[in-house]
């Protein structure tokens, strides 16, 4: 069977919207239509704001629609070295952001009519050795430490496929799945039922620019004046954000395969430090990536285009490890944003006097830490304030 050239996610009819054309006045544009720019808009909009969202491709044909579908509490790395990286109170201040994002999301997806887009059936971080087992239960102890949930899971108890005696595993009971374009889609149109006006291939073509009291958003065939502009792009951040260079692009690898019969995976499964991520969607398909490290300098790219050694790795996991040998239907890349740090960027950019915002560079997890992201932009350009500007990194450092 011959791989489909797009993500899974994607590969279903849809009818995109009109592009721009012309001028657009709003109180506040959005670039981006993934999960940070719809996340802000939505709250700009409880906020009585009129708000525009532009993309250059579709809404969620991004990084929030080429990823591996997972729905994850927390930040890239594990528990216990954000405690180590950013110190205790910060860690635990992004840690119990990232839990109540996921409720408010889901209470949102059902509002929306997508709660049946999420599967939240726990999440295992899976140590494939006796020393990355070792390095679980060091994160167990620092969220039990901290009031977190998270349960370790050993040898026998561990996913039929997966189980070995030296392996251990993390299981989080709030973690789960995600179809992320249908999610999405949805939340896209229950805005537009709202007010808001959402452009589609109307790629940005500058960073926008405050002009006079304003700010200029300009798309290859219209212009978009507002008072505050909204940069919510995770793995492009940098290219309309110059100032965020810290953030750079990183292609993801993933492949999916056609219906099982049977259950190989009750639950989504990170393994070997995060590096490979598998979950069987609730078609039965099995989505799985990762190898990144394998692709090395070549990952380090803006161009979503997938690689032929980490597919085949991903290929030989599929069948070692989860004994799968169904044909694989779909493989893509996906663009992300990676930071050193790794904090994602969230706030003013600077030299706007305050009037151009910008969120990105999730490190691979932006799903929730975009929602909360959003939470902090948003409230920058309502009230000029908010009580989470510290969770994440400015847009210069």
């Known amino acids: ?122 999440l295992l971080r899976l140590a494939v050795d006796a020393a990355e087992a070792d390095d679980v239960r060091a994160n167990a102890a620092a969220l039990a430490e901290d009031g977190f949930p998270g349960q370790v899971v050993a040898g026998d108890d561990l996913p039929g496929p997966l189980a070995r005696p030296e392996r251990a595993g993390l299981l989080f009971p709030h973690d789960g799945s995600v179809h992320p374009v249908r999610w999405l889609r949805a939340l896209a149109a229950a805005l537009e039922a709202r007010g808001a006006r959402v452009f589609e291939r109307s790629a940005v073509v500058a960073p926008p620019a405050a002009d006079g009291d304003g700010v200029v958003v300009r798309t290859a065939a219209g212009t978009v004046r507002c008072d505050r502009a909204v940069v919510a792009v995770d793995g492009d951040l940098a290219a309309l954000v110059p100032t965020a260079a810290a953030v750079r ?28 991520y598998v979950h069987q969607t609730a078609d039965g398909r099995i989505a799985l990536g990762g190898f990144s490290d394998l692709d090395g300098d070549a990952s380090w790219t803006d161009r979503a285009e997938v690689s032929g050694p980490v597919q085949a790795r991903l290929d030989r996991w599929l069948r070692e490890e989860l004994r799968v040998g169904a044909p694989v239907t779909h493989r893509w890349a996906g663009v992300v944003g990676f930071a050193a740090d790794p904090l994602p960027r969230c706030g003013p950019v600077p030299g706007t006097g305050g009037r151009v915002l910008a969120l990105g560079g999730y490190n691979g997890t932006g799903h929730v830490q975009a929602w909360v992201a959003s939470r902090v932009v948003a409230d920058l350009v309502v009230s000029g304030a908010s009580a989470s500007a510290g969770l994440y990194a400015p847009v210069d450092a």
Do not use: K
């Open 1 to 122: 069977m011959t791989s489909a050239p797009v993500p899974l996610w994607q590969d279903e009819p849809y009818r995109p919207r009109s592009p721009l054309q012309g001028e657009a006045r709003a109180d506040v544009c959005v670039v981006g239509a993934g999960v940070g720019g719809l996340a802000t808009a939505r709250r700009l909009l409880d906020a009585g704001l009129s708000v525009v969202v532009l993309d250059r491709h579709e809404v969620a044909s991004g990084a929030s629609g080429r990823n591996g579908g997972f729905f994850i509490a927390g930040a890239a790395p594990m528990y216990h070295e954000t405690r180590e990286l950013w110190g205790r109170e910060r860690a635990v201040a992004v840690h119990a952001a990232t839990l109540a994002a996921q409720r408010e999301v889901l209470e949102v997806a059902e509002a929306v009519g997508a709660r049946a887009h999420f599967r939240v059936d726990g």
């Open 249 to 276: 692009p990183r292609r993801l690898n993933m492949l999916a395969t056609a219906p099982l019969g049977e259950t190989v995976l009750p639950f989504p499964v990170y393994a070997r430090y995060g590096h490979e």
